[in-house]
């Protein structure tokens, strides 16, 4: 069997895991997640919101049968969250222990030279991992079967701590400076998820295998639907996916994700609809959609899509 038959092989068989777990993956996300493991890079997932790149990243975690560790990003986001926090309140606690016992350390030194030596003697004990507490960063690096990391949202992070990431996902390690450099022993599996809210660097980026995860086809938003939601009749998932795909063309605010539509079938599967009707969409409309503008945009040509859906 040749390497390419092989490569074939092994990214089916990641696709058929990855629906084993609820997740529809498209050749070419399960393409990516066969190079990520095979190369250990990164990678940059990038999309509107609710396509399922979060949702990815947990299911790699299930089909690896590895932690997920995942860091939310923020504006603001620093080291101390990301990486690591010392647990001052134990540092005190010993140093207070340290002072009661400070007479008795330096009574047999001869000079003040030798207490202070023997009192630095302690400093590598307090800058040491038995006080450090490991933020979602450290967590993925020190685990020791390896890890799913997932870094969510890296575009509502700041510009300074996307320079911080780069390290780590060149090398799969970082620096500490009172600890010197941790190497993770098992790499682990790294996702960044973007929603281009603003442009990530070109230094991260080379890093990363780009991914671009977008709204889904018919077809494959309704295999979504049936594997998330096995008990929706045919007839009425059908409608629901062509219903969607068809506001997907309209001017609004915000069009609904894959994750809306999972909503809106399981409101409707909760109200017993079996087919779409004017009124029963217009009351659930705010379920699929997000503002009331785009709301008031949509009622007036509720009965043009359903005849389009129910065709």
Same mark, same amino acid.
């Given at each position: 069997?040749?390497?390419?038959?092989?490569?074939?092989?092994?990214?089916?068989?990641?696709?058929?895991?990855?629906?084993?777990?609820?997740?529809?993956?498209?050749?070419?996300?399960?393409?990516?997640?066969?190079?990520?493991?095979?190369?250990?890079?990164?990678?940059?997932?990038?999309?509107?919101?609710?396509?399922?790149?979060?949702? %990815?990243?947990? #299911?790699? #975690?299930?089909?690896? /049968?590895?932690?997920? &560790?995942? %860091?939310?990003?923020?504006?603001?986001?620093?080291?101390?969250?990301?990486?690591?926090?010392?647990?001052?309140?134990?540092?005190?606690?010993?140093?207070?222990?340290?002072?009661?016992?400070?007479?008795?350390?330096?009574?047999?030194?001869?000079?003040?030279?030798?207490?202070?030596?023997?009192?630095h003697e302690f400093d590598d004990t307090f800058f040491s991992t038995d006080f450090l507490e490991p933020r979602p960063l450290l967590k993925a690096l020190w685990a020791e079967q390896g890890a799913v %990391?997932?870094?969510?949202?890296?575009?509502?992070?700041?510009?300074?701590?996307?320079?911080?990431?780069?390290?780590?996902?060149? /090398?799969?390690? &970082?620096?500490?400076?009172?600890?010197?450099?941790?190497?993770?022993?098992?790499?682990?599996?790294?996702?960044?998820?973007?929603?281009?809210?603003?442009?990530?660097?070109?230094?991260?980026?080379?890093?990363c295998l780009h991914l671009y995860i977008p709204f889904p086809d018919s077809k494959l938003e309704r295999e979504i639907v049936r594997s998330r939601i096995p008990n929706v009749e045919e007839t009425l998932?059908?409608?629901?996916?062509?219903?969607?795909?068809?506001?997907?063309?309209? /001017?609004?605010?915000?069009?609904?994700?894959?994750?809306?539509?999972?909503?809106?079938?399981?409101?409707?599967?909760?109200?017993?609809?079996?087919?779409?009707?004017?009124?029963?969409?217009?009351?659930?409309?705010?379920? %699929?959609?997000?503002?009331? /503008?785009?709301?008031?945009?949509?009622?007036?040509?509720?009965?043009?899509?359903?005849?389009?859906?129910?065709?």
């Open positions: 069997m040749t390497e390419a038959s092989n490569a074939d092989s092994a990214i089916s068989a990641i696709k058929e895991a990855l629906k084993g777990h609820d997740y529809i993956a498209s050749q070419n996300i399960s393409t990516a997640v066969y190079l990520a493991q095979k190369l250990s890079k990164p990678i940059l997932v990038e999309g509107p919101p609710g396509v399922g790149k979060t949702e %990815l990243a947990k #299911a790699t #975690a299930l089909l690896l /049968d590895k932690p997920m &560790i995942r %860091l939310q990003c923020y504006e603001g986001l620093d080291e101390s969250k990301a990486l690591y926090e010392w647990k001052y309140g134990k540092q005190l606690l010993y140093t207070q222990v340290l002072k009661e016992k400070l007479s008795e350390l330096t009574s047999n030194s001869e000079s003040l030279k030798q207490s202070v030596e023997k009192l %990391l997932l870094i969510d949202e890296i575009d509502k992070s700041d510009l300074e701590f996307e320079a911080f990431l780069l390290e780590i996902l060149q /090398d799969y390690q &970082i620096s500490i400076p009172e600890i010197g450099t941790v190497t993770s022993t098992v790499p682990p599996v790294v996702f960044l998820t973007s929603n281009n809210t603003r442009e990530i660097g070109d230094a991260l980026k080379r890093r998932e059908k409608q629901i996916v062509t219903f969607v795909q068809e506001v997907r063309e309209m /001017d609004l605010k915000k069009v609904p994700a894959v994750s809306e539509t999972l909503d809106w079938a399981k409101a409707l599967i909760l109200l017993n609809v079996r087919n779409l009707e004017t009124n029963i969409v217009r009351s659930t409309l705010n379920v %699929l959609l997000k503002f009331q /503008d785009d709301i008031e945009h949509v009622e007036p040509e509720i009965p043009t899509l359903i005849r389009s859906a129910a065709r």
